[in-house]
């Protein structure tokens, strides 16, 4: 069964400071990852993902994430946090193809930037 | 262009009564996801289309929820004799590229049970 803990409820981080969002997964087979962000009052929408190739990968609004095998970790990051950054971060993953199209979510951290 | 739709936004029903979800995808998005959000959780993956097969229901909680994509299209979910417990945000989301491609959501029914 595949499962993503998201160790912090909350992350507080002053404005220009760097951010990093926890997330740590457990899958059968090889792990396919992705945050996902969750604005106030707007949908979920699609930061960045791992799939394979280089372990740092890149995203939208200047995020980017490490995916690390060995710590089964996938740790979201970016170097100067934006005010407009606050939302709610949820990491994701699945193992697709044979084993399902199971997608299983984190329980999310909210992520608060202060001016 | 025109993002994924969801309606109603907002269903209220009385226990026992059965409805109806719809989801308009991403015009040629082969791909269509349905979540159950319950408050301040995470999306709880149900069931997942590729064109119109249903390759993957195994989130479905119980055999009260059904879903279907007749046509590789619009998508409904619906639950028969709801329950409180049934209360959540209902989310459909779209990709173009299976499992692995980036998903669109839409903003979601919020089913409240009475």
């Known amino acids: 069964a595949q499962s993503v803990a998201q160790p912090e409820d909350q992350v507080n981080v002053a404005e220009g400071n760097p951010l990093t969002v926890k997330c740590t997964y457990s899958?059968?087979?090889?792990?396919?990852l992705f945050w996902y962000v969750q604005y106030p009052n707007r949908g979920l929408q699609f930061l960045l993902k791992?799939?394979?190739?280089?372990?740092l990968v890149k995203g939208s609004y200047g995020f980017e994430a490490e995916f690390n095998k060995s710590q089964t970790s996938f740790h979201l990051k970016k170097p100067s946090a934006l005010v407009s950054d606050s939302a709610l971060y949820f990491c994701?993953?699945?193992?697709?193809?044979?084993?399902?199209?199971?997608?299983?979510f984190g329980p999310g951290t909210r992520l608060s930037v202060l001016p | 262009g025109a993002g994924v739709s969801q309606s109603p936004r907002y269903k209220v029903a009385k226990r026992g009564q059965d409805v109806a979800l719809r989801c308009d995808p991403i015009?040629?998005?082969?791909?269509l996801f349905w979540y159950q959000q319950a408050l301040g959780q995470g999306p709880e993956f149900l069931t997942y289309?590729?064109?119109?097969?249903?390759?993957?229901k195994s989130g479905l909680p119980s055999d009260r929820f059904f879903a279907e994509r007749p046509e590789g299209s619009v998508s409904t979910l619906k639950i028969q004799r709801t329950q409180q417990e049934d209360s959540a945000v209902y989310l459909c989301?779209?990709?173009?590229?299976?499992?692995?491609?980036?998903?669109?959501f839409g903003p979601g029914t919020r089913l409240t049970v009475t």
């Open positions: 989301a779209s990709s173009l590229g299976g499992t692995l491609g980036e998903q669109y």
């Open positions: 899958v059968s087979g090889n792990p396919y």
């Open positions: 791992y799939i394979t190739g280089d372990n």
């Open positions: 994701a993953v699945t193992h697709g193809g044979n084993y399902g199209q199971n997608f299983v």
């Open positions: 015009s040629g998005h082969v791909s």
């Open positions: 289309f590729q064109n119109e097969a249903q390759l993957d």
